[in-house]
């Protein structure tokens, strides 16, 4: 969660893994208008959570849907086995990418590894197979 606009950038980048981001909205907010920027598979169950009112706190604060593309996505255990593939400890990871056909993980610290994505198809959620 983000407060200002200086921090944007600060927080650039994807990590293909599932998680809970939506649950920020539980929290306490002193915001009027909030964006969220995610997945479409974020979106959809952003949208779903208006549309059948869902009891969602803070989703009437929803201004901006921003999506973001997304190929796939992989369970946390995949990620974990990408990143001993490419032999980066998951503490190291600063972000992750889906480019040109690779998986690329950019540890805090070197260079960025990749991996063909064909290579990992099978550890991608099936939910993702579009």
Same mark, same amino acid.
């Given at each position: 969660?983000?407060?200002?606009? @200086? @921090? =944007? ?12 981001? +939506?649950?920020? +909205? ?11 920027? $995610? ?17 969602? #706190? ?8 921003? $999506? ?21 400890? =998951?503490?190291? =990871?600063? !972000?992750?990418?889906?480019?040109? $056909?690779?998986?690329?993980?950019? #540890? !805090?610290? $070197? ?20």
């Amino acid at each position: 969660l983000i407060k200002n606009k @200086d @921090d =944007i950038k600060k927080t650039s980048g994807t990590k293909y893994a599932n998680n809970p981001n +939506l649950q920020l +909205l539980n929290q306490h907010i002193d915001c009027e208008n909030l964006a969220v920027v $995610g997945t479409p598979c974020m979106m959809q169950a952003l949208l779903k959570s208006h549309i059948y009112n869902f009891k969602t #706190p803070n989703i009437e604060k929803v201004k901006f849907r921003i $999506g973001i593309f997304c190929m796939e996505s992989f369970p946390y255990e995949s990620i974990l086995e990408i990143a001993k593939r490419l032999s980066v400890e =998951i503490n190291n =990871i600063k !972000k992750m990418d889906i480019n040109k $056909g690779k998986f690329f993980i950019y #540890p !805090k610290n $070197g260079e960025p590894k990749n991996i063909p994505i064909k290579e990992i198809t099978s550890l991608a959620r099936e939910d993702c197979e579009y």
